[in-house]
C-alpha cells in the first residue's frame, strides 16, 4: 500500500474514533485510548528525524521508535548538514550504531546507508549493522559507499545465506564494494530490483546472484569491471529492465529472459545476443569513446530489434558514411539520436529509411564542433546533386532538432525531411545546445528550469546565424498546414536573444 492510502485509512479510522468518544471526553482523550496497532501505524508514516524526536520527549513512543522499521541515514536525514563536512563521517558512524544497536531484534524493513562521506569506516560497524538489520521482513536493502575508500568493504554473503532473511528482500542496492556470492546464498524469491554500482564481482559470482533471483523484473549494472561476460538466464521470467553501463572489461551480453521490454546499454560496443527479442520494445545505446555506433546500430540491432517501437543512440564522436541497407525497423514509432559532428548528419537518412512507421524523430546536434569552411555561405543549400531522395517517409509526423545550426548538410538534411515528409505535421528547430533548454516534440515548452545552461558567445553568435539560415532556405520550403517553430536561447539566460515564431 502507498503512503497516500495508509494516510487516508488512518484518517478514516481517527475520525471514526473521534466521533465515538466524543461525548465520553476531548479529542485528546480519544488519541490517547487509539489501539496500539493505530498508534503504531501513525508513528511509521513519521519522517526518520521527527520519529527520534518524538521518541525523545514521549515514552509512548520510545517503545515505537525502537520498532521504526524504514531507516534511511545520510547527511540529511541526520541533520548533519550544519556541521563540518571533515566531521560528517565521524557524526555519522556514531549515529547509526547507536540507532540500530537499539533496533537490534526488533526488525527493520527498509535500510539505506549512505556512507559517501564515510572514506575510513571500519568494517567491523558494517559487519554489525547489517547483521542487525538483515533478517526477516526485511524488504529493502541499500549501501552507498564511496569509490574513494581506502580500503574496499567485502559485503558479507553470509547475511543472505539464511533462507528466511533472503526471502523476503525485495530491492538490494551495493555500491563500491566487494561482493563474492557462492551457492550458499539464500534464495531470493521475492527481489525484483537490483542494482550493483562500481561492485567487485565476477562472472561467476554474477551467475550465482542471477541464478537466486528468479523473481528479479530489473537489474541495473553500472561500472562493474570485473565482469567479462552478462548472461541472462531463461529463468528470469519477469525480468522487464536491464541496464548496464561502463562496465570497462564487458566482452559478451547473452540475453535469455522471455520478457525482457526494455534493453539500455552504455559502453564500449560488444556483441550482444538476444535468444528471443521480440518482446523488446525500448531500447537505448550510446557508446562514450570514439567508435562506429551509428555504423553498428544500423547493421547489427535491426535483428533484435524487429519490434522495438522507441529507439535511442547515443554517438559521441563520430563522421562516416552509413550505407543503405536492406535491413528494417519494422515497428519503430519513435527515434532519437545524439551526434557529436552535425556533418555525420547525413548518413542518418539510413535510418529514415529503415524506418517505414516512423512517427517521431528527435535529432540532437553539438554546435561546438562546427568547421568555419562547412557553414553555409551565398551558394543555394539545396542545390546539392548529392541529395536525390529515393524514399518518403509516409508515417513521419512530428520532428525536433536540438542544437541546430548553420552547418551545410544539416540544413540540407532539414530541406530533405520537409520536402519527403507528406503528413509532416510539426518541425521544431531548436538552435541551443543539447541540454540548453527543454523542448516536448509538439514544440511546446514544458516547465523550465529556473536558468538555462551556459552558451559561451560563440555559441550564443551562432545560434542567431541558424535562425537567419533558418529563414533563407528552410521556411519558405515548409507546407502551410506544417507548424514550423525556430527556437532561440533564452532572452532572460542570454542576453540579445528571443524566442522566435516563424
Known amino acids: 500500500m502507498g503512503i497516500y492510502a495508509a494516510v487516508l485509512r488512518t484518517k478514516q479510522r481517527l475520525r471514526e474514533l473521534f466521533c465515538a468518544n466524543s461525548q465520553s471526553g476531548s479529542s485528546e482523550?480519544?488519541?490517547?485510548?487509539?489501539?496500539?496497532?493505530?498508534?503504531?501505524?501513525?508513528?511509521?508514516?513519521?519522517?526518520?528525524?521527527?520519529?527520534?524526536?518524538?521518541?525523545?520527549?514521549?515514552h509512548?513512543?520510545?517503545?515505537?521508535?525502537?520498532?521504526?522499521?524504514?531507516?534511511?541515514?545520510?547527511?540529511?536525514?541526520?541533520?548533519?548538514?550544519?556541521?563540518?563536512?571533515?566531521?560528517?563521517?565521524?557524526?555519522?558512524?556514531?549515529?547509526?550504531?547507536?540507532?540500530?544497536?537499539?533496533?537490534?531484534?526488533?526488525?527493520?524493513?527498509?535500510?539505506?546507508?549512505?556512507?559517501?562521506?564515510?572514506?575510513?569506516?571500519?568494517?567491523s560497524y558494517l559487519d554489525?549493522?547489517?547483521?542487525?538489520?538483515?533478517?526477516?521482513?526485511?524488504?529493502?536493502?541499500?549501501?552507498?559507499?564511496?569509490?574513494?575508500?581506502?580500503?574496499?568493504?567485502?559485503?558479507?554473503?553470509?547475511?543472505?545465506?539464511?533462507?528466511?532473511?533472503?526471502?523476503?528482500?525485495?530491492?538490494?542496492?551495493?555500491?563500491?564494494?566487494?561482493?563474492?556470492?557462492?551457492?550458499?546464498?539464500?534464495c531470493l524469491r521475492r527481489l525484483n530490483a537490483l542494482s550493483l554500482f562500481s561492485v567487485q564481482i565476477t562472472d561467476e559470482g554474477l551467475g550465482h546472484l542471477l541464478s537466486k533471483s528468479f523473481a528479479l523484473q530489473q537489474l541495473f549494472i553500472f561500472g562493474c569491471n570485473a565482469i567479462t561476460?552478462?548472461?541472462?538466464?531463461?529463468?528470469?521470467?519477469?525480468?522487464?529492465?536491464?541496464?548496464?553501463?561502463?562496465?570497462?572489461?564487458?566482452?559478451?551480453?547473452?540475453?535469455?529472459?522471455?520478457?525482457?521490454?526494455?534493453?539500455?546499454?552504455?559502453?564500449?560496443?560488444?556483441?550482444?545476443?538476444?535468444?528471443?527479442?521480440?518482446p523488446l520494445r525500448d531500447v537505448y545505446f550510446s557508446s562514450p569513446r570514439q567508435s562506429r555506433m551509428l555504423s553498428y546500430a544500423r547493421t547489427r540491432l535491426p535483428s533484435i530489434t524487429r519490434n522495438v517501437r522507441c529507439l535511442?543512440?547515443?554517438?559521441?564522436?563520430?563522421?562516416?558514411?552509413?550505407p543503405m541497407l536492406h535491413s528494417k525497423f519494422p515497428r519503430l514509432k519513435k527515434l532519437e539520436i545524439y551526434i557529436k559532428r552535425p556533418q555525420a548528419v547525413l548518413s542518418l537518412i539510413s535510418f529514415l529509411d529503415a524506418s517505414p512507421a516512423l512517427d517521431s524523430f528527435i535529432l540532437r546536434v553539438d554546435a561546438n564542433v562546427l568547421r568555419p569552411d562547412s557553414v553555409v555561405g551565398g551558394e543555394?543549400?539545396?542545390?546539392?546533386?548529392?541529395?536525390?531522395?529515393?524514399?518518403?517517409?509516409?508515417?513521419?509526423?512530428?520532428?525536433?532538432?536540438?542544437?541546430?545550426?548553420?552547418?551545410?548538410?544539416?540544413?540540407?538534411?532539414?530541406?530533405?525531411?520537409?520536402?519527403?515528409?507528406?503528413r509532416l505535421e510539426s518541425i521544431t528547430l531548436d538552435t541551443t545546445l543539447w541540454s540548453g533548454r527543454r523542448c516536448d516534440i509538439n514544440g511546446k515548452s514544458r516547465k523550465m528550469k529556473r536558468s538555462c545552461d551556459r552558451m559561451t558567445e560563440g555559441c550564443i553568435a551562432e545560434a542567431h546565424r541558424a535562425v537567419k539560415v533558418a529563414n533563407r532556405y528552410i521556411a519558405g520550403r515548409v507546407p502551410s498546414g506544417v507548424r514550423f517553430q525556430v527556437l532561440e536561447p533564452c532572452s532572460q539566460c542570454h542576453a540579445r536573444t528571443r524566442s522566435g515564431w516563424y
Not at 92 to 100: A, T, Y
Not at 148 to 153: E, G, N, P
Not at 312 to 322: G, H, Q, R, Y
Request: charge should be neutral; include cysteine.
Open 29 to 58: 482523550d480519544a488519541f490517547e485510548k487509539l489501539p496500539v496497532d493505530v498508534m503504531h501505524h501513525i508513528y511509521s508514516l513519521l519522517p526518520l528525524r521527527d520519529a527520534a524526536r518524538a521518541a525523545c520527549v514521549s
Open 60 to 123: 509512548g513512543f520510545l517503545l515505537f521508535w525502537r520498532c521504526y522499521s524504514n531507516l534511511t541515514f545520510n547527511v540529511s536525514t541526520l541533520g548533519l548538514a550544519r556541521k563540518k563536512s571533515e566531521d560528517w563521517g565521524i557524526f555519522l558512524i556514531d549515529i547509526v550504531d547507536c540507532i540500530l544497536r537499539n533496533h537490534s531484534g526488533n526488525g527493520v524493513e527498509t535500510l539505506d546507508l549512505c556512507l559517501l562521506s564515510c572514506e575510513n569506516i571500519d568494517p
Open 128 to 186: 554489525r549493522w547489517l547483521q542487525i538489520a538483515v533478517r526477516l521482513g526485511i524488504k529493502e536493502l541499500k549501501l552507498e559507499m564511496t569509490n574513494f575508500m581506502k580500503k574496499k568493504y567485502s559485503f558479507p554473503c553470509s547475511v543472505l545465506s539464511d533462507d528466511a532473511a533472503a526471502s523476503s528482500i525485495r530491492s538490494l542496492c551495493l555500491s563500491a564494494c566487494v561482493f563474492r556470492p557462492t551457492t550458499t546464498l539464500g
Open 229 to 278: 561476460c552478462v548472461k541472462i538466464p531463461s529463468m528470469l521470467q519477469q525480468l522487464k529492465l536491464l541496464t548496464i553501463k561502463l562496465c570497462e572489461k564487458l566482452q559478451v551480453v547473452e540475453i535469455n529472459a522471455p520478457r525482457l521490454s526494455s534493453f539500455h546499454f552504455d559502453g564500449a560496443l560488444v556483441k550482444i545476443s538476444v535468444v528471443d527479442p521480440s
Open 312 to 322: 535511442t543512440l547515443v554517438s559521441s564522436d563520430e563522421d562516416v558514411n552509413i
Open 380 to 422: 543555394n543549400a539545396a542545390d546539392d546533386p548529392r541529395w536525390k531522395p529515393e524514399c518518403r517517409h509516409d508515417c513521419l509526423r512530428q520532428v525536433t532538432i536540438i542544437g541546430f545550426c548553420s552547418e551545410k548538410n544539416l540544413v540540407q538534411f532539414v530541406i530533405y525531411i520537409v520536402e519527403n515528409t507528406p
